[in-house]
């Protein structure tokens, strides 16, 4: 009887029922071409029927190589853009796209020397975005304190008034400045929220134009009060800056502060052997 070889052997040809149980496994190491047909054989035995579908699995696909974290973060923002956060970088940690340095022990105290120093520079432009809206909620509210304060004394009676940024003196400028710090706050809340560049770009710039608007309003609301003293025999007339205008000052100066840290180009920390 002649023996048929593997190669042989057509699709149609495993419509046959007769062919056998070892004819099948033989096959079956030979032509990964006809595994389907030979599952389906009616001689084709259980042991064969399982090996088929084991081989007939998927491979894995391969692992993505581990990278250092700096690389990681970098990635991540380019795909997505937004910066990562904790659980979304302790994850890729925790799965191995991160790679885990091991370092000497010797090394342990520069080691948190370093991670100090990385801190320390990191951590204006990382808190800078939240302090922007904090900021302009501070500037809101200044505007309902007292710009200045003016008193008068005639004859041992004495008459204060208190002069406000919407006063029609103001000539609107308390509005103006209600309506920019309130953007201000709406675009600081947006960006933390959304944690996207453009977002807080946006959010920065409008803190700076801002800032800068509100510290020259206050700049010349105390040049042209400051706080002064007029005697005319008995009559008197002192002013005085209010500590609205106090406080929108420094406001203003860290508005513009906070929102130049936030567009400022973030330095890569270098990475150096440790000592």
Not at 26 to 38: F, N, S, T, V, Y
Not at 177 to 202: E, P, R, Y
Not at 219 to 240: C, K, P, R, Y
């Amino acid at each position: 009887m002649t023996v048929r070889e593997p190669a042989s052997y057509t699709l149609a040809d495993m419509a046959d029922a007769s062919i056998g149980a070892a004819t099948l496994a033989e096959l079956a190491g030979a032509r990964d071409d006809l595994w389907p047909a030979i599952s389906q054989h009616p001689n084709c035995y259980p042991a064969l029927a399982e090996w088929i579908a084991q081989q007939s699995e998927p491979a894995p696909a391969p692992k993505a190589a581990a990278m250092s974290s700096e690389a990681w973060a970098a990635q991540f923002q380019g795909n997505n853009g937004r910066e990562a956060t904790m659980s979304e970088y302790q994850n890729a940690l925790a799965t191995g796209e991160i790679i885990q340095e091991a370092q000497p022990a010797e090394g342990a105290v520069a080691q948190i020397a370093n991670a100090a120093r990385t801190a320390q520079r990191g951590g204006w432009q990382m808190w800078a975005p939240f302090a922007i809206p904090v900021l302009a909620f501070m500037g809101f509210i200044s505007l309902f304190l007292p710009a200045a304060s003016a008193s008068a004394s005639i004859f041992g009676n004495r008459i204060s008034q208190k002069v406000s940024f919407f006063g029609e003196d103001a000539e609107g400028v308390g509005v103006m400045l209600l309506v920019f710090m309130l953007a201000v706050l709406a675009l600081g809340v947006t960006s933390i929220v959304k944690n996207v560049q453009w977002a807080k770009l946006a959010a920065a710039i409008a803190g700076i134009v801002v800032g800068l608007v509100s510290l020259i309003v206050t700049i010349s609301l105390m040049a042209n009060m400051g706080d002064s003293s007029s005697n005319f025999g008995a009559f008197s007339v002192n002013t005085s800056v209010g500590s609205g205008t106090v406080m929108l000052s420094i406001v203003s100066i860290l508005l513009v502060v906070a929102s130049l840290i936030t567009v400022l180009p973030k330095k890569a920390a270098a990475q150096h052997p440790v000592q």
